[in-house]
C-alpha cells in the first residue's frame, strides 16, 4: 500500500504505540545530539506525542543516522521529519516560492531546468536523445537532475558505453521534495516518474546518482511503498562490480591524499555502497582519508538544515562549517564529495579555506579512461546564481 505521510515509514507495521518504549538510544547515538538517557527519554516522549521538543526540531540536521540504532527497528528520522514538517506549517510562512524552485516539476519554474536552458546546443540535443525510451536492454542508466547538467561527457563516456541512457526531464527520484518537508509534492513526483520509469523494459536501473539509487530502490519502496519492476543499483556500485570483473582499468592513476566526506543517503545504502566508493578511491590510487564522523554516523554538509525554523538558510551554514572542521582537522587539503548536493554545499562552505572540493564520480570516470568537458563545477555555479536570484525576488505569499 503507498504511504502518505512521513510517519508511516517511522512505523512500518503500525505498532509503535507499543512497540517504541521511548528508550532514547536512537537520540544517544545521534552523532549531532549525543544526547544523555534521560534527556533522549524526554525528547522522544515529545516527538511522540507530537508536542514541541527543546533540541530535536531545532538542531536535528535530518541525516536518517538515528534508524540505524533503533533496536525494534523504527525510522526515527521519518517521525522527526513528520513533526518538522508540521512545525514549518504551523509557523504559518509556507513553502517559500525559492524552495519550490527546488522541486522538479512542483511548478513551472524549476533551477535545474534553468541550468538545462542554459545549456550548448550540443547537450541540449543530448537531452533530447535521453528522453526516449531506450530499446530491451539488461541494464540502463538513468540519470537524475544533476547529472542532467553535464551530459556531454556521460553521454561520450567510454565506461558507460555499454549501457542506454535514459533521462526524461521531469523523471526525479524526489529527494529535495521528501528531505524538505513536502511529502504532497514528493508524492506527485513519484507517481509522475514511476509512470516515466514503468516504460523501461530491463533487468536494472543504474542510477548515475546515490541518492536516486537511495529513493528509486529504498526509499520509494520501503518508506513510501511504491516498487519498481527492476532491481536498483548506485553507479559505484555499478562501477566497483565492474572494476573487480576487470572490465574497466584505471587508464590515468590519480596519487593524491583526499579526505573523504559521506552523504546522508549513505548510511541507508549501507556498507556495501560505502566500500565501493572507497574502493573505487582506492583503486585510482587515490589514500581515503576519514573523517572523525563518517559512514554510519556521518555529519551532513548541511543542505537539509534549512528545513529547521521554516527554510532558514543560515542553518545550513552552521552545519556546513561543522564539517568542514573535521575536513580541516584531517590536516588534508582535497576533499572527495561524491554526492552532487554536498559538492555544491562544501564548494561554498570551503571558499575561504585552503580546502579544494572535488566531485568524485568525475575523477574516478577521468581515471578510467573518461574525459572531463564540461565539470560540475561550472553547472554548480551557474545553479547557484539562480537560486540566489530566486531567494532575493521578493516572495508574493
Ligand atoms: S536524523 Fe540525524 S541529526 Fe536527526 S536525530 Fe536522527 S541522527 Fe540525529
Ligand atoms: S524509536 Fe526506537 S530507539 Fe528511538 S526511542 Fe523508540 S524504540 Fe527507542
Redesign the pocket.
Known sequence: MEKKTYIDA?DPEGK?RT?????????QQCPVMKMGKAE??AE?GRL?KGQETERVLNECTFCFS?NH????????YA?IMERAADKNRSIGKGFPPYMDYLLTGKTDSCVFWDVYAAESAEEKSILDRWESVPPKSREVLFIGCVGREIPYDTEHSFVFKELPKYSPRDACCGELAYRYGDYQAFFGTVERTRKILERLDTERLVCYCGSCANYLGNIWPNYHGVKLPFKIVSVWEWLWEKYRKGEIKVERPINRKVALTDSCYSSELGDGFMDAVRGLHRAVGMEVVELENNRFDNLTCGTVSILRNNYDLREGVKEAKKKMAQVMNTGVGDLSCYCPGCYMQLRGAARRSNIQPHYALEEILWAFGDECTVPLEERAAKQTEFFIEKVKTPSTV
Request: overall charge neutral.
Open positions: 517511522f509503535s512497540v517504541c518504549g521511548e528508550c532514547g538510544l536512537c537520540l533522549s527519554q522522544m511522540l538515528c540504532y533503533c533496536p525494534q527497528g523504527l525510522r526515527p517521525l
